[in-house]
């Protein structure tokens, strides 16, 4: 397994449209992270996942967006009518919930290499 | 609220040098903080990871510090390389459990000039 993978890497759509961003976790990561950056910033919380359960959202994340894992493994995000102001790159991260190594629990994030959206 | 700033937003230094970048929260209460580097364009890569009873991680020419008395964190990085130009951020967990949110740094812009 070689990490994290988000497709597609770049969206260009026009306002009103939908989009629908996909992210592959790592395999044997139980927990999936949605996150937006805009230029300048660091990454803003959207929502996150245990296994398929989505256990926090983020009051950015407006009616229009919406997150799914259906089965615990991959995840989509969707944007419904899109606006300019949601162009940005929405990055996705997984974390295990238990390591093995010292029988603690890390909680460290890896991410993939994002969803670039440009909205027109 | 956990606040998590950077300080400075960019850094220029030339090749060779050793350089600290400062990461401040306001919180102590954290589980851990994790140090990233991100080229343009890119995903987040994650460097260091400091649970809240460590003091320090090292990897290579890496060296992150945690002191949460004074919410604090630096990364330190040795002989700097032309290699190393990327932003570095800071983020934070909060709180007392590894499901519990995580707060970035808005990133310090490292440029090291060859």
């Known amino acids: 397994d070689t990490g994290v993978s988000q497709d597609p890497r770049h969206k260009i759509t026009k306002r009103g449209q939908n989009v629908t961003f996909r992210c592959d976790p790592i395999s044997e990561h139980n927990r999936l992270y949605w996150y937006r950056q805009t230029l300048g910033q660091g990454p803003e919380f959207l929502t996150y996942f245990q296994n398929e359960a989505q256990l926090e959202k983020s009051r950015l994340l407006s009616d229009r967006f919406s997150a799914e894992r259906p089965k615990g493994s991959f995840s989509t995000l969707e944007i419904q009518r899109t606006e300019q102001g949601d162009s940005a790159m929405y990055l996705c991260?997984?974390?295990?919930?238990?390591?093995?190594?010292?029988?603690?629990?890390?909680?460290?994030?890896?991410f993939g290499e994002g969803s670039r959206l440009t909205v027109l | 609220k956990q606040e998590v700033t950077q300080i400075p937003a960019a850094l220029s230094v030339p090749e060779g040098e050793n350089l600290v970048l400062n990461c401040s929260f306001t919180d102590s209460a954290i589980y851990n903080l994790q140090w990233f580097r991100q080229d343009p364009g890119k995903g987040l890569t994650s460097l260091l990871l400091i649970q809240s009873s460590q003091r320090e991680q090292t990897s290579g020419r890496l060296n992150a510090s945690l002191d949460k008395s004074s919410g604090r964190s630096t990364l330190y990085i040795a002989a700097s390389q032309p290699g190393d130009s990327a932003t570095y951020l800071c983020?934070?967990?909060?709180?007392?459990?590894?499901?519990?949110?995580?707060?970035f740094g808005s990133g310090t812009r490292l440029s090291i000039r060859p």
């Open positions: 983020a934070v967990r909060k709180g007392y459990s590894s499901a519990s949110k995580i707060i």
């Open positions: 991260a997984s974390s295990i919930r238990d390591r093995l190594a010292g029988g603690g629990n890390t909680g460290e994030l890896f």
